[in-house]
């Protein structure tokens, strides 16, 4: 079955440049969603469209496309960012949605 | 404003049939592009996407769970139902329903899945 990667973890210093990566064989044909899950809550989208912000959500958050990954940009991290962060794109068919294995942003 | 809301038990026994119910409001069913699916989360594990059901009524089930998954909808009432037969404890997860827009991007031939609002949330227990 079709899978995107994540890594399980990434750790950043308040101020910093996170960067989170997606990967998977078909992500150059299709776009990618990131999704914000804080403890206990349901997720939010943060980035749609690889690249496209959803009203609402802080500037800091960007997103980019090359080849087989899409990454997850957040700029001048803060506190409130430590949360997981999960990809979605679709099967390598483009039929139905897939999600990755998510990845822990911890603010050190 | 675009809310949903899913309903259903909270402890089903091994081999019992669960039944979840989304409940939503803010949109049509029945607009082009527009669907409703089912993501579960076991703890502290990753979103799993269950099923999904288009305002055409395609269905898209995840393979791996086809045989066990039912989605259905009701376009009068506003309601999704997902039915999930064989109940087991790994089965036991916060089962969320979203409001999705699946669009054929022309370019590729493949759809775009974007699941923009979530339900809060129910949270299953599978145990006997």
């Known amino acids: 079955s079709y899978e995107l990667t994540q890594p399980p973890s990434v750790s950043v210093s308040p101020g910093q440049t996170a960067r989170i990566t997606c990967s998977g064989d078909a992500l150059p044909k299709q776009y990618a969603d990131w999704y914000q899950q804080r403890p206990g809550q349901a997720p939010v989208v943060v980035i749609y469209k690889d690249t496209e912000r959803p009203s609402g959500i802080p500037e800091r958050f960007s997103g980019s496309s090359s080849g087989t990954i899409v990454t997850l940009i957040i700029s001048g991290v803060q506190a409130e960012d430590e949360a997981d962060y999960y990809c979605q794109s679709a099967d390598s068919g483009g039929t139905y949605p897939v999600f990755g294995g998510g990845t822990k942003l911890t603010v050190l | 404003q675009i809310t949903l809301k899913e309903s259903g038990p909270t402890l089903v026994k091994p081999t019992q049939t669960l039944t979840l119910t989304c409940t939503f409001t803010g949109f049509s069913l029945s607009t082009t592009a527009v669907a409703v699916g089912w993501i579960r989360q076991p703890p502290g594990k990753a979103l799993e996407w269950l099923a999904l059901?288009?305002?055409?009524?395609?269905?898209r089930y995840r393979p791996s769970l086809k045989s066990r998954l039912t989605i259905t909808k009701d376009t009068s009432t506003n309601r999704v139902v997902l039915t999930m037969t064989n109940m087991d404890p790994v089965d036991t997860a916060t089962y969320y329903c979203?409001?999705?827009?699946?669009?054929?991007?022309?370019?590729?031939?493949?759809?775009?899945?974007?699941?923009?609002?979530w339900g809060s949330g129910t949270t299953v227990t599978v145990s006997s």
């Open positions: 059901i288009s305002w055409n009524d395609d269905k």
């Open positions: 979203a409001h999705t827009l699946r669009e054929l991007e022309l370019s590729s031939g493949y759809y775009y899945h974007h699941m923009d609002v």
